[in-house]
């Protein structure tokens, strides 16, 4: 079964960070880029990061560039996103999702982790 | 940035009608690069619809997927209970990848 399970969630300050993993099962990993998604309390889908299979291209959302790092590590199958100088408004669940097919830019997300919570708050 | 702008916000509809969804695109992009998501409360999105026509595996053939030049639809032939939920389309013609606002879907 394909799966993905994100870990690390939690509650910090303002101005902490957070790193986020997410382990992948049933596929092959290191042929799919994959991606993180979050969705802040009541919102829509936000895309910020994208990363191809080798970790040669990334993308960012303007609203993470600069704060966020996306990495992966395709012997252990797990993406991380690193998030530093947490602001109030990236309180979200965060989704890691894998791309449909094994192409650069992204395709479609057609499987999705479950999400992790960050709660940022004084 | 592709601005994708859905419509309706709300849709109320009694079991067996028709659906129709809208996500209309800021700019036209090659290709029909675009998808559409499910998400009911307390899940994660799942993937319905990608090339704005082709159903994900597993998806039943009551959903469908059109474009023309900028207007993309998402329609459900005869709505199911099952089918309450918000759907979300998505472009990934260009980064930044965006998302649209989302239709929420009501059974009356």
């Known amino acids: 079964e394909v799966q993905l399970l994100e870990s690390g969630g939690g509650s910090v300050q303002p101005g902490g960070s957070l790193r986020l993993s997410c382990a992948a099962s049933g596929f092959t990993f290191n042929t799919h880029a994959m991606n993180w998604v979050r969705q802040a309390p009541g919102q829509g889908l936000e895309w910020i990061s994208s990363?191809?299979?080798?970790?040669?291209?990334?993308y960012y959302a303007d609203s993470v560039k600069g704060r966020f790092t996306i990495s992966r590590d395709n012997s252990k199958n797990t993406v991380y996103l690193q998030m530093d100088s947490l602001r109030a408004d990236d309180t979200a669940v965060y989704y890691c999702a894998k791309d449909l097919y094994s192409v650069w830019p992204p395709d479609a997300f057609d499987i999705w982790g479950q999400g992790t919570t960050v709660t940022v708050s004084s | 940035e592709i601005v994708l702008t859905q419509s309706p916000g709300t849709l109320s509809l009694s079991l067996g009608e028709r659906a129709t969804l809208s996500c209309r695109a800021s700019?036209?992009?090659?290709?029909?690069?675009l998808a559409w998501y499910q998400q009911k409360p307390g899940q994660a999105p799942r993937l319905l619809i990608y090339?704005?026509?082709r159903r994900a595996t597993g998806i039943p053939d009551r959903f469908s997927g059109s474009w023309s030049g900028t207007d993309f639809a998402l329609t459900i032939s005869r709505l199911e209970p099952e089918d309450l939920a918000v759907y979300y389309c998505q472009q990934y013609s260009l980064s930044p990848l965006t998302f649209g606002g989302g239709t929420k879907v009501e059974i009356k």
């Open positions: 990363i191809s299979d080798s970790a040669t291209n990334i």
């Open positions: 700019q036209y992009f090659a290709s029909g690069y």
């Open positions: 090339h704005a026509s």
